[in-house]
């Protein structure tokens, strides 16, 4: 599910930790954890349990990487309104410092009255030229003054700015934090599932998640042997092809470990292409084709909310990061309901 300067002053680094305040909703449609049903047969209720909490556990999974790549754009916010504040500050300090030396030397003349300065002066051409070198003076002071003026609005500006990001991202903090409990409490929850079961039914259901919805073979109306749509997408697909037996990690995007959208992200990096975080955001990153027009390196999106995603390999394959405990892999086309392919 997918992205990968100077240090900011002490009062941003507390609000700077993470993700973001319009994902909240999504954790709280995610619900709570329910147990499995009581006297539930591995046939029957476990085997949908586990199913039911890796598909929860991979849409909190996704909010998460929501989360977590607003929240690096809030970071940026704050260290270019850290940068602003500080040059205008530096503005402010030398319309100062200017003003300062200006007043100050006015002060040391003694402020004499121009008329009387005329009638004291032996030489009446040299106070003019003097006079019309104060009125120059004089006239540059007040456009230094209207400017440290215009500085000084604008760094309020930027502080309550800078504030109002801050604040976000104390709220953010919140919100990914109830993220990463929701998918360690689901995942916790199916890993006790499967450990309660005997090494052949866990081998059932392993077999099952790669095999149950389809074989390996092409199917009706897809091509076998077409060649990827373009040379980025052979690039893609050449990265993720190199990512196969590396394992899942929720919220991970390369290059040790993967979840699914992550790993999308992390192969088209390779051929210099970037996508969004999540793989409901890649489902809009290209143009969306019909799945009998498919060739290899599209990406494949899974379940009607475009909760998963995946690379088509060719051959009726997809290579994707299927869940925790597993690693990238091979797996048929058809393994789950297609909701649609992007080409990049």
């Keep these: 599910m997918g992205s990968h300067r100077r240090q900011a002053p002490s009062g941003f680094d507390r609000g700077v930790s993470a993700a973001c305040a319009a994902v909240t909703v999504l954790s709280a449609a995610l619900g709570g954890l329910s147990a ?112 440290l003026r215009q500085e000084l609005r604008r760094l309020a500006q930027e502080r309550a700015g800078a504030t109002r990001t801050l604040a976000e991202l104390d709220r953010s903090r919140t919100a990914v934090a109830a993220h990463r409990r929701a998918v360690q409490r689901k995942l916790a929850r199916a890993r006790q599932l499967l450990n309660s079961l005997s090494p052949a039914e866990r081998r059932a259901y392993h077999r099952a998640t790669r095999f149950g919805r389809g074989g390996l073979s092409a199917g009706p109306g897809l091509p076998v ?72 390196g599209d990406l494949v999106v899974y379940r009607s909310d475009a909760s998963h995603i995946g690379m088509y390999a060719g051959r009726g394959r997809v290579i994707h990061a299927p869940y925790p405990g597993a690693s990238v892999r091979y797996d048929p086309l058809h393994m789950m309901p297609v909701s649609s392919v992007t080409r990049i």
Aim: some cysteine; proline content about 5%; hydrophobic content about 40%.
């Design 36 to 147: 499995a049903p009581a006297g539930a047969t591995w046939h029957g209720g476990t085997r949908a349990e586990v199913d039911r909490l890796y598909q929860e556990a991979e849409k909190a999974t996704e909010a998460y990487d929501k989360a977590g790549e607003r929240a690096e754009r809030l970071r940026r916010r704050v260290r270019d309104a850290q940068d602003r504040i500080a040059r205008h500050q530096q503005r402010v300090n030398t319309l100062r410092d200017a003003l300062g030396s200006v007043a100050g030397a006015q002060y040391r003349s003694g402020g004499v009255d121009p008329a009387l300065a005329l009638l004291l002066t032996g030489d009446p051409d040299d106070y003019l030229d003097k006079a019309a070198t104060l009125d120059r003076i004089g006239a540059h002071q007040a456009v230094r003054l209207r400017q």
């Design 225 to 296: 042997d077409a060649a990827p749509a373009s040379a980025r997408a052979a690039v893609a697909l050449t990265a993720v092809r190199s990512a196969l037996g590396r394992p899942y990690v929720w919220g991970a995007n390369g290059p040790s470990g993967f979840d699914c959208s992550g790993l999308m992200q992390w192969a088209y990096a390779q051929a210099g292409v970037h996508l969004p975080r999540t793989s409901q955001e890649q489902r809009l990153a290209g143009r969306r084709i019909p799945l009998s027009r498919i060739r290899p």
